[in-house]
């Protein structure tokens, strides 16, 4: 990995495009090498990522950076499909999380959606849902509880909205929040694309005991226009993400659950065993 020879030192907008260049060609850039291909210093570097990644141009992660995320589907129903087989070892591992006779509130978002599905039959708690989807999910559990919460429903978010949803969830003070959102960064932390889901949610979070994020490995690095919850009210982060691009969130003091899909293709062969254990 050669460094420019240029014979004079670049300005800001030459690093800046070289920075781009690289990139588009390598796929992703690490600041220490872009340190000794430019000959500037790390700090240099970092801020350089920084202004690309304020301008949309790039995404950046612990170490470096990736192209800008793709904006996705918008609607819940679009995102259905999307890497079902990441939010399955997502949900599959925060179940471990949940304790009997509490108080559990779900978000909406299709990972919460699998998380629901996969409740176990023996849990006994109760379950304060937003999404109307969530809600049928759990209609036949033995043993929830399932509180639906009132509001006008954003037929995008496929969650209810409004002021009704906002008190309802003021009233209430769950002993944990399971989240998931539509990105989660390192410092603007979980955001959501919706502003009215964004309200909604942020008063599901103000009450909560525990605060779960599910997040695929997608939605790491990149930020969406409204906030719901910052890193530091982040009890424990479970997603798939490779560990390298997870130690940011650890050394911000998040808890960090990796989920397997190896481990959650195993589940799934277990469940098809019949009983005594053979085949």
Known sequence: MAATDTGRELLGEERRELILRWLAAEGKVRASDLSLRLRVSLDTVRRDLQELSDAGLLRRVHGGALPPSSPGPDSFVERLPDDTAAKAAVA????????????????????????????????????????????????????????????????????????????????????????????????????????????????MVEGAGRLLSLTTAGKLGSAGPYPVAGIERIDTLVSDAPEDDLQVYRDLGVEVLRASRMTHRASNERARMPSGGQR
């Open 92 to 203: 599959q591992a925060a179940i471990a999380l949940i304790q009997p006779g509490e108080v559990i509130s779900l978000s909406g978002g299709t990972t919460t959606l699998e998380f629901a599905r996969r409740l176990p039959d023996d849990l006994e708690a109760t379950v304060i849902a937003t999404n109307p989807d969530i809600a049928v999910a759990l209609a036949d559990h033995p043993r929830l509880t399932v509180d639906v919460i009132g509001g006008r429903l954003h037929p995008a978010a496929r969650t209810v909205t409004g002021p009704e949803a906002v008190d309802a969830l003021r009233r209430v003070r769950p002993d944990v929040c399971v989240l998931t959102a539509c990105s989660l960064h390192p410092r603007a932390g979980m955001t959501l694309r919706h502003r009215e889901e964004a309200l909604v949610v942020r008063a």
